[in-house]
Every structure is written in C-alpha cells, then in structure tokens.
C-alpha cells in the first residue's frame, strides 16, 4: 500500500496555527464573534489539513502511534465545525487508514500468533478504522458531487460509474484513500459477506483513479494493484503476472524507496506461489537497506520503510508456518 504518512503534521504546523489563527483574529475585532469564530475555526483547518514534511519522516514509530490519535481526533472535533472543509476530509481519510494499517492492523496479526480470540478484536478493530477513513473520502467527494457517496455504496456498478466519470485529476487524492482504506477492510473481513461483496466496486474506484492519474503520488495506485491483483484471479484480470507488471511500474515511480510494494508483492504473491527462497530474498532485502539515510528521497519515506522492516523481520521468524517444507 501507500508509504505511510500517518496523520497530520500536527508538530511541525502548531506556530504556523497560531500566526494563522490568532494573529489575524487581532485585526477583525470589529467583526461580529460568529465571524470571528468561523474564520478561526478555517483557518485552523486550513494548517490541520496541510500538507508538507512531518510524520512521515521521523525514525520513531511508537512515538508516531502515540502521537497520531490525538492529531485524528482534533481533526474530528474541527470537522464537525466546518462542514464543507474538503481538505480536512482528505487527512482524515488518509490518516485513519494509514495509522490503522500501521499500527492496529500489525498489531492484530502479531497477536494472532498467541491468541486468535484478541486477535480478532483488534482486526475488527482496524476494519473499524478503516471503513472510517473510506467515509471521510466518501464525504469529501460528496462535497464537490453532491450524491457521490450514496452512488458508490449503492452497489450499482452503472450508478458507480456515471457518478465517476465526473471526476477530474483533482479528484485522484480522495478517491484513492477511499478505495485503499475499504480494500483494507474487506481484506480482514472475509467473514462479512456483505463487506466482501463490495470487492469489485472498489476496483471500480481504483481503475478510475488509475485513469485519471496513473502516477500520483510516486506511483501509490501501482502499488495498490500488487495487492488487488495478487487477490484476484486471471479470469478477472488479476493474478500474478498483472501483480508484476504493476510492481515494475511502481518501483520505477517511486525509484526503489518504497518498501512496502516489495513487501505487498512477496506476500501476495511469492507466498501464494510457495516461491520461498524469492521471498526470503526480498525480505533480506529489505532488512537489509539502511533506512535512515539523510538523502532527502529517503528521508520522506523513512516512517514507512522502517514499518515494512519491522514486518519483514517478524514474517523471516514465521517461515515454517508460511511454506510447506
């Protein structure tokens, strides 16, 4: 999936918070406090929703997943405020996915090693937060194409489609989270058959994000479809062959400093296939690579190697389980 940028840059942004909210209020004291009070509230939305270097950088993720939630929930209470804010949307989608793959998710599937019974509670857990994010997209797109959301979810796969085809390269931020975040759900919610009906609508979202920006974000929708498709059969135009080509794209977006479509490929793929000693190799690979580099290129996406490393060590101690010796 998506290098994980998780949550707002609450940290780096909170003087620039203040110059944007405090400082102009100084000057419309004459100005009714409803006034006052609106413009504040969009102007913290404004630097709450921005976007730039933060979290995505730090070399710390338990300090990351400490710090996140309380960065979500402010976003939540400020939305509720400013109803129309499509850019809070965006990071409200983006960070719930992203901090629930990070950390809930990984959580839920170390604990499946010791007790399947608390390692259901937190996948459900995950879904949760990832059906959460998918909404906030929903609503954002909403925003712009007032019936957008009730379209997608009505399972209508022509009602879904005329409603996408609205859509412009703007768009391409928002329909993705929303797609990334329900394909993570249903990937930890075969047990629900309704949720997992909704698997070809949310290739429906992706193809048409594929469309319109095929290389957004150093090839992110790429990078999706080496899980999509290592999910789906050839018959329905996945399969191993098309998690390939979409892994060559991706690496050649991103340039090679992203982990975590080598690690989407190996276990979608090579682990499916039983190819061990291929998937140990890109394992080792990743292992391997020192993460904290000062290269600027690098550096933007150290949060998210060093989660993929730390999946990639826990996968190397489960060989046993994973392939037929």
Avoid at 83 to 105: E, M
Avoid at 118 to 127: H, P, V
Avoid at 196 to 212: C, N, Q, S, T, W
Avoid at 218 to 232: C, K, L, P, Q
Wanted: glycine letters at 8%; one cysteine or more; charged letters at 25%.
């Amino acid at each position: 999936m998506h290098a994980l940028t998780v949550g707002s840059q609450l940290w780096k942004k909170s003087s620039r918070w203040l110059c944007a909210v405090v400082i102009p209020s100084l000057f419309v004291v004459s100005m009714s406090g409803c006034s006052i009070r609106g413009y504040a509230l969009k102007s913290a939305a404004d630097a709450l929703s921005g976007t730039g270097g933060g979290f995505g950088t730090d070399d710390d993720p338990e300090l990351i997943r400490q710090a996140v939630p309380f960065g979500l929930k402010t976003m939540e209470s400020l939305a509720d405020s400013v109803p129309t804010h499509r850019p809070l949307r965006l990071s409200l989608a983006s960070g719930f996915v992203q901090y629930a793959y990070a950390f809930v998710n990984q959580d839920a599937d170390r604990l499946a090693d010791k007790s399947i019974p608390l390692a259901k509670k937190e996948w459900l857990r995950a879904r949760r937060l990832y059906l959460r994010g998918r909404n906030y997209a929903l609503d954002g797109l909403d925003m712009t194409y007032p019936g957008f959301r009730k379209a997608i979810l009505s399972g209508d796969k022509a009602q879904a489609q005329a409603a996408l085809a609205k859509l412009t390269k703007d768009d391409v931020p928002l329909l993705y989270w929303a797609g990334a975040g329900w394909a993570l759900a249903i990937s930890i919610g075969k047990d629900d058959p309704n949720l997992f009906g909704d698997f070809p609508m949310v290739g429906v979202l992706m193809d048409r994000a594929l469309e319109l920006d095929e290389g957004w974000d150093e090839g992110s929708i790429h990078e999706f479809y080496v899980s999509y498709d290592s999910a789906r059969s050839e018959d329905q135009g996945g399969g191993p062959a098309a998690a390939k080509k979409h892994l060559d794209i991706a690496r050649k977006q991103n340039q090679g400093r992203r982990f975590g479509v080598l690690l989407s490929y190996a276990e979608g793929v090579l682990q499916a296939q039983q190819k061990k000693a291929e998937f140990v190799k890109i394992l080792e690979e990743i292992v391997a690579t020192d993460v904290y580099s000062e290269d600027p290129s690098w550096k933007r996406q150290r949060l998210s190697n060093i989660i993929a490393q730390e999946r990639s060590r826990w996968l190397l101690t489960k060989l046993s389980d994973l392939f037929a010796e």
